[in-house]
């Protein structure tokens, strides 16, 4: 295990962030208190530093499992965790970005987890009620108390995160160090914006969903294998979003790229999230047995070439849409002749 730096932070995270959303069975396909220590002594084991969980999580099991796993170890772990998320779902305050929800998420999540402070503080999803100046104050007073070091954004648009960043900034408030996105070979929307800006306001990416639902592993055939059991009757729209036509030829693609690289379909399809270009980038592993937990590290021996990355972009690539694609075709139209000419360290 290496470490990459948090963005524009000091803060040293391990190349691999453990998350804790199957700690727990109250969800109906979590872990088992005792499977979720193995799984977590397992990655301390490797080297891992970096946990993530949320309030919601289970109920709040996830975090009181961590919480528990990190007692008389706290100081070596960067800990992360979430508010937004409703834990009160008939109180129209009990979620959201506001401050108000934020006071009393991260007093209870203190609470849970059984610590101090909060290493990376996470708003959860954006709710387009909430001020961006109100959250991004509230979120910088939890830091200058010290109950909050680092502050993180997920699911959010573009330009909410730069919006934010750019009033932080100006104010001396705590900017976003961190954004968690939604990204993996079967999903590659971000690439429209969220991961172009990340890389230029130097935000570190700390990817969810890298398998894909777990279509990625190579386990769905076709779109009619449709997974069973209680997280999916509870969502009957997980699997037409996830185990369709299209994902299951990416998982046959990286299948293939497996059998010619030694290694599984899920070590190729986290190797290639960490082998893209958009500075730092952490996938966040979820397993709900360590011998999950065991084959997701093995990652970190894979290295893909330029022939299986090519082959697994031919069949992962995603059209970019406007303006990207018309900018891309009015290059002769801005540069003359000149573009190839010039060396962009920007680009």
């Known amino acids: 295990m290496r470490y990459r730096l948090l963005g524009n932070t000091g803060l040293r995270v391990s190349e691999l962030c453990l998350g804790t959303m199957t700690f727990g069975e109250e969800w109906g396909w979590g872990a088992t ?9 397992a990655f301390a084991e490797a080297g891992g530093n970096f946990v993530d969980t949320a309030n919601l999580y289970t109920n709040g099991t996830s975090e009181k499992y961590t919480g528990e796993f990190l007692k008389g170890r706290r100081e070596r772990f960067v800990l992360a965790t979430k508010y937004t998320l ?69 699911d959010a648009p573009a330009w909410i995160v730069s919006q934010a960043n750019t009033i932080a900034t100006l104010k001396g408030w705590s900017p976003f160090a961190a954004l968690q996105i939604q990204y993996s070979l079967a999903d590659r929307t971000p690439e429209r914006d969220l ?9 570190a990416v700390t990817p969810w969903g890298v398998l894909g ?59 290639w999230v960490r082998q893209q270009p958009y500075g730092v980038v952490v996938p966040i592993l979820g397993a709900k047995t360590v011998t999950q937990l065991a084959d997701n590290l093995g990652c970190l021996e894979v290295t893909l070439g330029p022939e299986h990355l090519s082959e697994l972009d031919a069949a992962s690539r995603v059209e970019l849409g406007f303006p990207h694609d018309f900018l891309v075709r009015a290059r002769p139209y801005v540069f003359g002749k000149t573009f190839p000419l010039i060396d962009n360290h920007r680009a």
């Open 86 to 154: 409703n834990m009160r779902p008939d109180d129209p305050n009990g979620g959201g970005n506001h401050r108000k929800n934020l006071v009393q998420s991260l007093e209870a999540s203190l609470s849970r987890l059984g610590t101090e402070y909060i290493d990376l503080y996470w708003v959860h999803a954006f709710d387009f009620m909430t001020p961006v100046e109100e959250m991004m104050r509230a979120l910088d007073d939890a830091v200058r108390a010290g109950k909050v070091l680092y502050v993180g954004i997920s």
């Open 213 to 271: 639902g777990g279509v990625l592993s190579g386990k769905y055939k076709s779109p009619k294998d449709r997974p069973t059991g209680a997280r999916y009757e509870k969502d009957e729209t997980w699997a037409e979003a996830n185990v369709t036509d299209r994902s299951v030829r990416i998982a046959q693609a990286a299948s293939k790229v497996a059998k010619e690289t030694g290694s599984t379909p899920s070590q190729v399809a986290l190797a």
């Open 195 to 203: 991961l172009p800006m990340a890389k230029a306001l130097d935000i």
């Open 33 to 41: 208190k005792e499977e979720s220590r193995k799984i977590f002594d």
